[in-house]
């Protein structure tokens, strides 16, 4: 079992920056493929972003792309979404995902390929 908690969100500008952090109760990630996916009120939820355990691969959303930069730091149980120059339409409740996997370089971007979820951080961007 992998217990994972989001942190960092909150409201900012337009064109501001955000940077979250999901912690993980592993005492390591490797292994586990992660990624960013995030729900806007009456919306299905939507990847954002996504990485190999190896971290050699990634995938971000086009609506994000250029913007959010996903990193992780296995010895530290820690992957980050990096937020710039966000838009009013980024505004949702972001979570964070993992899935054990044999494979160092493919990632996950649909929500029912990962078994573990943390419990979301709100991430508000006024115009």
């Known amino acids: 079992q992998v217990r994972l908690v989001e942190s960092g969100g909150g409201l900012v500008q337009a064109g501001g920056s955000l940077r979250l952090s999901c912690a993980a109760s592993?005492?390591?990630?490797?292994?586990?493929?992660m990624g960013w996916f995030r729900q806007a009120p009456g919306k299905e939820p939507e990847v954002v972003a996504a990485m190999s355990w190896s971290g050699g691969s990634t995938y971000y959303a086009d609506s994000v792309k250029g913007r959010f930069t996903i990193s992780r730091d296995n010895a530290k149980n820690t992957v980050y979404l990096q937020m710039n120059s966000l838009k009013p339409e980024d505004t949702a409740v972001y979570y964070c995902a993992a899935r054990l996997t044999s494979s160092r370089t493919y990632y996950y971007t649909s929500d029912h390929e990962y078994q573990y979820w943390g419990q979301g951080t709100q991430v508000t961007v006024s115009s």
């Open positions: 592993k005492s390591t990630l490797s292994y586990y493929a």
